[in-house]
């Protein structure tokens, strides 16, 4: 059994153990986009590996906020794919606040992952079976793509994905207008009024998306040492784009389109994404399952007891035949 990186020693053995052991397999490529810019990727290619993984990270985030996850999944004979969005660490932005997370369309970040695939993971693992890890905003992407592309991976799990983001206590419509207005009066890559300034002293473990103490203190570190690590604030425009992708991830015709094998992993203390829209999700699709544990959005981010558990339940789904 696949031993956990515990709470009690995580500072020190992500220090001495997996930071090491992944520094000894990664490489980071810089992979040039069509429309300009470039993705900032990170590969770890098992010699021996028979399948892959593909990881989306969410909103705000990072390929390297992945990493204990991509400890487990090396440890367990995966090749590991994984990469920032556009807007996020290292790869292309458009907006040159580095706290300030910006799209022009959602579809953009389907297509960067078309891109990822063709000339980075398929001429590495060729008919190798892939499978999908998305959290969050990256598994909106990833449902997204699984629509257009059925046969790109054997199996997926989608973890607190945003198949519908919560609006802040203000009803839909309302979160609308003010968007299209903001953007009508040409502010649509200005920092949304939700959104706040980087603060490092106001980042809390209480009112965090996870419920680790030592899980969350390594990465809030890693942010407060790193620049592009700090987004935290969407623009008018990302809103607006996250917001709009909920129908068509909840359109029968589009959801019909997937037939990998998905897990949904459920944060039953979720309160950035809406829990009814992820199980009409999954009750679109046959076979797909759900499975809830009591966290916080970022599920990977859990105590123990929940990590062990969700780690199992990934694992274990990516195992089945």
Known sequence: MLKLIGEKQYDKLMRTVVEPGLEALREEIELPLPGGGSLHAEIYNRYDAKRAVVMLHGYTESAE????????????????????????????????????????????????????????????????????????????????????????????VLTSPMIAACTGGFPLPVAKGVLALSRKLGRGRARAIVGRDYDPEGE???????????????????????????????????????????????DPANAAKITTPLLLCQALRDDVVKLPEQEQFVSMIPGARLQAFDARHELYLSHDEVMEAYVQAVLGFFAEE
Request: proline share 3%; with cysteine; hydrophobic share 40%.
């Open 65 to 156: 906020k992945l990493r204990e996850m991509a400890w487990y999944f090396l440890s367990s004979g995966y090749s590991v794919f994984s990469y920032d969005h556009r807007g996020h660490g290292q790869s292309v932005r458009e907006i040159e606040d580095l706290t300030v997370t910006h799209v022009d369309r959602f579809g953009q970040y389907i297509e960067d992952l078309e891109v990822f695939m063709d000339k980075v993971v398929f001429p590495r693992m060729g008919d190798a079976p892939l499978m999908l890890y998305a959290h969050s905003m990256g598994g909106a992407v990833g449902a997204k793509a699984m629509m257009a592309h059925p046969g790109w991976f054997a199996r997926a």
């Open 204 to 250: 809390r473990l209480e009112t965090s998306c996870s419920t680790s103490l030592a899980r969350f203190s390594y990465y809030k570190e890693k942010r407060m040492r790193n620049l592009h690590l700090r987004n935290c604030s969407p623009t008018n425009d990302w809103l607006w784009e996250a917001l709009a992708v909920t129908d068509e991830l909840l």
